[in-house]
């Protein structure tokens, strides 16, 4: 191949090498570009799935709390403890609607 570039001129030459770098720029850019938008992508659902998971955990919080509470109206049935019961499942029921 070096044999025939010794038929082209020195411009041509040059011409030739700015293409080609030219090109090779341009596919680092796309290859750069492509690999930036996947990770953004990755990113979105990430960030949809932490969201899922910390409401999750909201939910399962104030399930253990309404069980603690309803434990404790067992052993000790109270108006006091009863309302607790209560706000924590209306609390779970209420998380559980947004999360779901």
Not at 2 to 22: E, M, R, T
Not at 29 to 37: I, K, M, P, Q, T
Not at 72 to 84: E, K, N, T
């Amino acid at each position: 191949m070096l044999k025939n570039l010794d038929h082209f001129s020195i411009p041509s030459k040059l011409a030739l090498s700015s293409g080609v770098l030219v090109v090779a720029l341009a596919t680092i850019a796309l290859v750069g570009v492509r690999g930036l938008n996947l990770a953004y992508s990755n990113f979105v659902e990430y960030r949809s799935l932490a969201r899922q998971a910390n409401a999750d955990g909201r939910v399962q919080a104030n399930i253990i709390s309404t069980r603690v509470f309803a434990r404790d109206f067992v052993i000790d049935p109270s108006d006091s403890i009863m309302s607790g019961v209560q706000e924590r499942a209306a609390a779970t029921i209420a998380l559980g609607i947004m999360a779901g």
